[in-house]
């Protein structure tokens, strides 16, 4: 295993996969651009291919090309590796599990099986028995006919309370499986069908597995929209239905158009649109968000033309924003939805209106003047007030040109705006809304002990040996930066061992916040030789001798406050070391 993750990591350029999420520029031997964990307009992540490291000096993420996968894909490390070994067309070796991996595993697979047979019983009782003729009329009325059936898998689910559940019981499937795959559900002293007298739609995953179902009520019943609910396999936050038939289409053609309901897409498939995906009743998540930059920058947003959608696409767009992707707003006319418009009109009439689809300036700026009275002078101001978020985040040219729009649709002087918008502090509409990639900003102590800290392991990353000669050469006294000196007696162990440190052995072992800090030491310009050693071993000494001063100093306080008499042996201990301090000083003073 050892040897496989090396040679994922030999072959993967982590400017390349960096570069696939963040546009970069560079800067001597590094790479700039604006942080994708946390929300920023200058860029403070940096890139160093030859040390093979990122970091951001702003929310200080840091680590390897595999850390970096793992934060932007919301994988685990280990999934990361494995990622990059499949696009590298690397072959992960077979590696002895623990039986609770094993269990995992067995459990995971078990459900996929028994979704898969779901899938197929819904799909038989649609297409082969008398239950299905109600679900088979529904499709129909909607345009769907038998191709596009079998093509997406559909299905019906019987009016009645316990077929799925009794004919898979014959089938040896227990009912401890059927509930946690959500099936069945345990209500009032019985287990009963979760679906019933419903259209299914079965949701995969971006590899075509089914992981679970929508259902749509027949008649007039509630909820109109059922899902499964969330198990091992099914996370509505981190799924799109129809992306593992889109994602193709989506590549080729550099746009995703997303769209509310699971029929949209479906129309839209059928209708030859075949990069639209749609959400799972939920508002538009970070983790969607990601997905879909694997395949495409343009995220094309066709939600309904309602408030309540048109409220859903801004709080939409704030998640975009944060993100490299380009954004547009697609408004279907009429005020139809998308799955009747392409019925009426066809696909290409709806390829045409996605080529046309509205900025995010655009459609900021309509939808701020329409949910606003500016006939009146409230009016005016809301409206104003609700762009500026936009107009502030837009570029000069696109800011010139809708403060002449402002200034014409409402009214207001361009001095007036332009004075508002210089005085507006606040960030993206919808603030409400933040993806849980979003980091916080701090400011990490960073005095002359921590610079001479990050330069000696610096050194001692290139030169292990190193680490072993700041330990001897130290004072047997606690260190001033405790992560410094846990990095250092690492590499000072490796050193002994006669091997090379590893930056997943430091995020193994020491944890994310000393890999972090690593990769900030090896990603950050240090202007040092290694001439420059003894000034900065001496920096530390200096912090470790005051640190004993003042120990040696209070203690003899405290005895003499006591009455103990051997309070004047502190004393001088004390001032054995103030006069080394002294000396340090003097030195470092004439060393420069």
């Not at 649709?409 to 603030?431: C, F, M, V």
């Not at 916080?440 to 002359?448: L, Q």
């Not at 846990?486 to 002994?496: F, K, N, Q, V, W």
């Amino acid at each position: 295993m050892d040897a496989f993750v090396a040679q994922v990591r030999e072959r993967s350029d982590i400017l390349g996969v960096v570069a696939s999420y963040v546009p970069l520029k560079r800067k001597g031997g590094r790479y700039w651009g604006c942080c994708p964990f946390h929300s920023e307009k200058t860029p403070s992540f940096s890139v160093v291919p030859d040390e093979g490291f990122f970091y951001c000096f702003g929310c200080h993420a840091g680590g390897n090309v595999f850390k970096f996968i793992s934060m932007i894909e919301n994988v685990s490390y280990f999934d990361a590796i494995r990622m990059q070994a499949e696009k590298l067309g690397i072959e992960m070796p077979e590696r002895e599990k623990s039986e609770k991996e094993l269990a995992r595993e067995r459990k995971l697979d078990d459900l996929r099986k028994l979704a898969e047979m779901a899938q197929r019983f819904f799909h038989n009782c649609l297409v082969q028995t008398r239950y299905g003729e109600a679900g088979l009329r529904y499709f129909t009325g909607r345009g769907v006919g038998e191709a596009v059936i079998e093509e997406f898998g559909l299905g019906f689910a019987p009016d009645a309370p316990g077929k799925l559940h009794d004919a898979f019981l014959k089938r040896g499937v227990s009912e401890k499986l059927l509930l946690e795959c959500g099936l069945v559900v345990e209500r009032q002293g019985g287990v009963y069908d979760k679906f019933r007298n419903r259209v299914m739609i079965p949701i995969a995953d971006d590899r075509g597995r089914v992981v679970g179902f929508g259902g749509r009520v027949l008649g007039d019943g509630v909820p109109k929209y059922l899902n499964s609910p969330e198990t091992p396999l099914f996370n509505k936050r981190r799924l799109l239905f129809g992306l593992n038939r889109a994602k193709k289409a989506i590549r080729e053609t550099g746009r995703a158009i997303l769209v509310e309901g699971y029929m949209d897409a479906i129309s839209l498939a059928a209708a030859g649109v075949p990069n639209a995906v749609a959400s799972l009743g939920t508002a538009f998540t970070a983790e969607q968000c990601r997905l879909l930059l694997r395949y495409a920058k343009e995220i094309c947003f066709c939600y309904d033309s309602d408030d309540a959608g048109q409220r859903a696409t801004v709080r939409a767009l704030s998640i975009v924003r944060r993100t490299d992707a380009k954004a547009k707003v697609l408004i279907v006319p009429e005020g139809k939805d998308p799955d009747e418009y392409v019925r009426k009109h066809g696909g290409e009439a709806f390829q045409t209106l996605a080529e046309n689809a509205l900025s995010i300036e655009e459609f900021h700026f309509r939808y701020a003047l329409r949910m606003n009275d500016i006939r009146t002078l409230e009016g005016k101001n809301r409206a104003l007030r609700a762009f500026l978020p936009t107009l502030k985040a837009s570029g000069p040219v696109e800011r010139n040109e809708y403060i002449g729009k402002l200034q014409s649709n409402l009214g207001i002087d361009e001095g007036i705006i332009r004075q508002e918008l210089s005085a507006y502090q606040g960030d993206d509409p919808a603030e409400e809304i933040r993806p849980r990639t979003q980091r916080p900003v701090t400011r990490k102590a960073d005095g002359a002990v921590q610079r001479a800290g990050r330069v000696l392991i610096r050194m001692a990353w290139r030169d292990p040996g190193v680490a072993a000669s700041v330990m001897a050469d130290l004072e047997e006294a606690p260190f001033p930066y405790p992560p410094h000196e846990a990095l250092l007696r690492y590499i000072a162990r490796c050193a002994g061992e006669h091997r090379s440190p590893s930056d997943e052995e430091v995020l193994e072992d020491l944890g994310e916040e000393m890999a972090a800090e690593l990769s900030r030491i090896l990603t950050e310009e240090i202007d040092a030789q290694d001439e420059d050693y003894d000034k900065y071993l001496q920096v530390i000494l200096l912090a470790q001798l005051r640190f004993a001063f003042e120990e040696h100093r209070l203690r003899a306080d405290e005895m003499e406050r006591k009455g103990n008499s051997d309070f004047l042996q502190e004393l001088q201990k004390s001032q054995r070391i103030k006069k080394r301090i002294d000396k340090l000083n003097q030195d470092l003073t004439t060393n420069g």
